[in-house]
Nanobody
Framework: QVQLVESGGGSVQAGGSLTLSCAASGYPYSHLCMAWFRQAPGKDREGVGTIDGLHRITYADSVKGRFTISEDNAKSTLYLQMHNLKPEDTATYYC?????????????????????WGQGTQVTVSS
């Protein structure tokens, strides 16, 4: 059973920075496809960034140039570095995972069908 535990949320002023972490356990990390999502009060959940089978990262337009996703396979941890934070970034941030599929050539495939979710960590940005 995959377990995801986020940490690093908090309150910052606009223009500030935060780094979120998501520690994964219960499954080989290299076999997981990871992503960050967020949900603001009264709004739908939105994707912040996703990692594909070749470890390429796609960011939402709203965070491009400000947020950076990285992974540390040795620590089974996903990171989200957030810079130049804006009040509209205020939300609960979640990491998500799915078990990768594999081709016969052992190429990793990520279907973006996340079925494992962390408990979320709150980020509040004040103006």
């Amino acid at each position: 059973q995959v377990q995801l535990v986020e940490s690093g949320g908090g309150s910052v002023q606009a223009g500030g920075s935060l780094t979120l972490s998501c520690a994964a356990s219960g499954y080989p990390y290299s076999h997981l496809c990871m992503a960050w999502f967020r949900q603001a009060p009264g709004k739908d959940r939105e994707g912040v960034g996703t990692i594909d089978g070749l470890h390429r990262i796609t960011y939402a337009d709203s965070v491009k140039g400000r947020f950076t996703i990285s992974e540390d396979n040795a620590k089974s941890t996903l990171y989200l570095q957030m810079h130049n934070l804006k009040p509209e970034d205020t939300a609960t941030y979640y990491c998500a995972a799915e078990a990768a599929s594999w081709t016969w050539t052992r190429t990793r495939i990520c279907n973006k069908d996340y079925n494992y979710w962390g408990q979320g960590t709150q980020v509040t940005v004040s103006s």
